[in-house]
């Protein structure tokens, strides 16, 4: 059966569970007397700190070797210093580097920068309603390491929400009492996939890390650095609502 095949995998394969939570979403009146479009539709998320520790696991061999990493060449410890005017890497970038420069030489606080990427899979015969997984990885990396799938770890998924007419979809956006709604409700989704992370940025975590032949237990300095996906995401991620009339409530522009 299902449950039992969920069982062995898990038994086979350590690695944190997702936990299933109902999110509010806007509705109207109208639909809250038919009931049509879900109230509280159950999202599954992940603990960001579980897939932190996964991530930084001392089963994956990555960590052997600090070829694999963006490090301070001075003191793999403190803060990453770039010392050249390339951008190779994420973490060569002035805006790294200033929050870099804001933390302390502490050698027991270390720096990690998070990247999120999320993109909408395919609908089809097999996965007719389709999924948008969030996902991260750390600037840490290198990005050749990037390029390999088992290096990031998911944060939950934003299910289809929606209404599946796309006429009605349409009758929103032009409509003042729903327009914009369905941009609030993927950033009340995102909010709760998104809450761990912010935890852990309010109150930095203590791990133990690995880097080359040395063990170290550092207190985790956490920085959101970049969020990827294509460019209606990216307007999504911004509060940007697809309008094409005078009445237009927000304008984001991205170069």
């Known amino acids: 059966s299902y449950r039992s095949t969920m069982k062995d995998l898990s038994n086979l394969f350590s690695v944190p569970v997702p936990h299933n939570i109902a999110i509010p979403l806007e509705r ?81 606080l270390f720096n990690l920068g998070i990247i999120i990427y999320t993109d909408k899979t395919g609908k089809g015969q097999v996965n007719a309603h389709g999924m948008e997984p969030v996902v991260f990885t750390l600037s840490l990396f290198r990005e050749a390491v990037h390029q390999k799938p088992k ?65 170290k237990v550092v207190r985790v300095n956490i920085f959101l650095e970049a969020i990827l996906g294509d460019s209606l995401f990216i307007d999504v991620i911004c509060g940007r609502v697809q309008n094409r009339t005078a009445t237009i409530r927000f304008l984001t522009h991205i170069s």
């Open 28 to 108: 109207t009146l109208s639909e809250q007397a038919t009931d049509f479009y879900p109230r509280s539709p159950v999202f599954p998320t992940f603990s960001f700190l579980e897939q932190l520790q996964d991530l930084l696991s001392t089963m994956s061999d990555i960590f052997q070797d600090l070829d694999n990493f963006v490090l301070n060449p001075t003191n793999p410890w403190l803060p990453y210093q770039s010392n050249t005017n390339d951008i190779e890497e994420m973490q060569d970038g002035a805006w790294f580097q200033n929050a870099c420069s804001q933390s302390s030489d502490d050698p027991n």
């Open 151 to 215: 290096y990031w770890r998911p944060l939950g998924f934003v299910l289809e929400f929606r209404k599946s007419s796309s006429a009605l979809e349409r009758v929103q956006k032009q409509s003042k009492i729903t327009s914009g709604r369905l941009v609030h409700n993927y950033h009340r989704v995102l909010d709760t996939i998104l809450s761990g992370l912010i935890d852990c940025q309010k109150s930095p975590p203590i791990l133990r890390i690995r880097l080359g032949n040395e063990w």
